[in-house]
């Protein structure tokens, strides 16, 4: 588990690349954008252990800016040009398929209970 801060508004998440519950803000759905995808990966508690990455998610919070190493960001953007590093939100669509699969379960379920309701009532 790798914890993360949004580049965008500095919200906590879980991942560098895993979509932010604030902003919406997806570093994996900007495939083309290296640097969005450098920033988010800088953002985590890999290059900022304890209470430094809580410290740029609050300046991020409050609409300061945050001063990024550009040789640390430069070595990132190489890294993923050259795909070392793995994109970690792979599992991010079978997730979503398993809660539409739930989602439909459901639904299915309601119309059934309610089908037998009418049916019992007629
Ligand atoms: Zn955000």
């Keep these: 588990m790798t914890l993360?801060?949004?580049?965008?508004?500095?919200?906590?998440?879980?991942g560098a690349f895993t979509?932010?519950?604030r902003c919406g803000l997806d570093p994996a759905a900007?495939?083309?954008?290296?640097?969005?995808?450098?920033?988010?990966?800088?953002?985590?508690?890999r290059y900022f252990p304890g209470g430094e990455l809580e410290a740029?998610?609050?300046k991020l919070r409050a609409g300061e800016l945050v001063a990024f190493d550009s040789a640390k960001l430069a070595e990132l953007v190489e890294e993923l040009k050259t795909q070392k590093l793995p994109?970690?939100?792979?599992?991010?669509?079978?997730?979503s398929i398993i809660g539409w699969a739930l989602?439909?379960?459901?639904?299915?379920?309601?119309?059934?209970?309610?089908?037998?309701?009418r049916a019992r009532g007629a």
Excluded: N, Y
């Design 4 to 14: 993360a801060v949004c580049v965008r508004c500095g919200e906590s998440k879980v």
């Design 19 to 21: 979509p932010c519950a």
């Design 30 to 45: 900007h495939g083309t954008d290296k640097e969005l995808q450098a920033k988010s990966l800088l953002l985590t508690d």
């Design 56 to 58: 740029m998610g609050r």
């Design 87 to 95: 994109i970690v939100s792979k599992a991010a669509p079978g997730c």
């Design 103 to 117: 989602f439909g379960g459901a639904i299915l379920f309601v119309v059934g209970v309610l089908w037998l309701w």
